[in-house]
């Protein structure tokens, strides 16, 4: 579901790695047709992913920038700032998000997706999803 900002200061849980959320992580430095532009995928990550938005939307992010809930952007505690996820809801659809902050602070999940990208995805109304991680090159 649907987290606040005071959910995430109240509750607030630092994850330092996808194994401690329940995921799995592995290399792969394959380039699949299925990427956009054909880009190489340096790693997979698979594990449960929420959204945030509301209440958030035009504060700044950890990089700086001021947050659009629309974009399709997401928090990730640990890839680089503008590093480029392909985001494949296990179900349905996989935007590319950049990530553009830092999160998430709720114990078992690998990634905060805005509300745009979790509507592409369909996962507004579950609130979460388990979803696969591409990291493209």
């Not at 947050?67 to 640990?78: G, K, R, S, W």
């Not at 985001?87 to 114990?107: E, K, M, S």
Request: with cysteine; hydrophobic share 30%; glycine share 10%.
């Amino acid at each position: 579901a649907y987290r606040d900002k005071e959910y995430y200061q109240q509750h607030g849980l630092l994850i330092n790695s996808c194994e401690e959320l329940g995921g799995q992580t592995t290399q792969t430095p394959n380039t699949t047709n299925s990427t956009p532009s054909d880009r190489t995928v340096t790693q997979t990550i698979t594990g449960l992913a929420s959204w945030y938005g509301p209440g958030f939307d035009g504060n700044l992010t950890a990089n700086g920038e001021t947050f659009n809930q629309e974009d399709l952007t997401a928090a990730h505690l640990d890839l680089p700032f503008n590093t480029q996820v392909k985001v494949t809801n296990i179900d349905n659809n996989a935007p590319v998000v950049r990530i553009n902050d830092r999160g998430p602070y709720a114990g078992g999940r690998i990634i905060d997706l805005s509300y745009g990208a979790a509507k592409v995805i369909g996962m507004v109304d579950t609130g979460e999803a388990m979803v696969k991680l591409e990291v493209l090159q």
